[in-house]
């Protein structure tokens, strides 16, 4: 693994490779989402939520998704929930990719609570790209919009409190565009 990225070079391309892995290839979506702008928007998300959170769970939002996901492609939650994949097998690889990427390991790093705020953020960036979607005319989606609605319902104790409160104002935004600057008062 070690010769794989002995160099800063290598070690750059293959996280640009990671972040142009593509997402939801299960359900498929009118418009590709690659790694790279997931991990923007969880970031962009988290600077407006905790803009002093700590530069631990910033580095391990970027790295949640880019090193294994380049080597396995994205693996559906589903599949990992009901053992399709080894997922002890992608832990681990995850783990020996990111030490030889960025020097160690900053998820496996994370305390409960970045990893509660890594977790949260994940799921609702997940849901915002569907809300999207479904806003595009993907109704497809609204399954999927269901489907996380129902996750959270049920696990809000998982997740910190400004995540919860934060989905639920999601839920009932009803995620019309945003209307350009001077013509807010024409909608």
């Given at each position: 693994?070690?010769?794989?990225?002995?160099t800063i070079?290598?070690?750059?391309?293959?996280?640009r490779e990671?972040?142009?892995?593509?997402?939801?290839?299960?359900?498929?979506?009118?418009?590709?989402?690659?790694?790279?702008?997931?991990?923007?928007?969880?970031?962009a998300m988290?600077?407006?939520?905790?803009?002093?959170?700590?530069?631990?769970?910033?580095?391990?939002?970027?790295?949640?998704?880019?090193?294994?996901?380049?080597?396995?492609?994205?693996?559906?939650?589903?599949?990992?929930?009901?053992?399709?994949?080894?997922?002890?097998?992608?832990?681990?690889?995850?783990?020996?990719?990111?030490?030889?990427?960025?020097?160690?390991?900053?998820?496996?790093?994370?305390?409960?609570?970045?990893?509660?705020?890594?977790?949260?953020?994940?799921?609702?960036?997940?849901?915002?790209?569907?809300?999207?979607?479904?806003?595009?005319?993907?109704?497809?989606?609204?399954?999927?919009?269901?489907?996380?609605?129902?996750?959270?319902?049920?696990?809000?104790?998982?997740?910190?409190?400004?995540?919860?409160?934060?989905?639920?104002?999601?839920?009932?935004?009803?995620?019309?565009?945003?209307?350009?600057?001077?013509?807010?008062?024409?909608?």
């Open positions: 693994m070690n010769k794989s990225f002995d070079a290598k070690r750059v391309k293959m996280t990671g972040a142009d892995v593509l997402r939801l290839h299960t359900t498929p979506p009118l418009r590709e989402c690659p790694n790279g702008l997931h991990t923007f928007n969880m970031l988290l600077r407006i939520l905790w803009p002093n959170a700590p530069r631990h769970l910033i580095w391990a939002i970027l790295e949640h998704d880019v090193p294994a996901e380049r080597y396995s492609g994205d693996i559906p939650a589903p599949a990992k929930w009901f053992g399709v994949t080894n997922t002890d097998a992608v832990l681990h690889l995850e783990m020996e990719i990111n030490s030889a990427i960025w020097g160690d390991d900053s998820i496996r790093s994370c305390s409960e609570e970045e990893a509660k705020w890594l977790h949260g953020l994940d799921l609702i960036e997940f849901y915002c790209f569907c809300r999207d979607e479904v806003m595009r005319g993907n109704h497809n989606m609204k399954y999927k919009c269901s489907d996380v609605e129902q996750v959270m319902d049920r696990r809000k104790a998982e997740y910190p409190e400004e995540l919860v409160d934060f989905f639920y104002e999601l839920r009932e935004f009803d995620w019309a565009p945003i209307p350009d600057i001077g013509m807010e008062d024409l909608r």
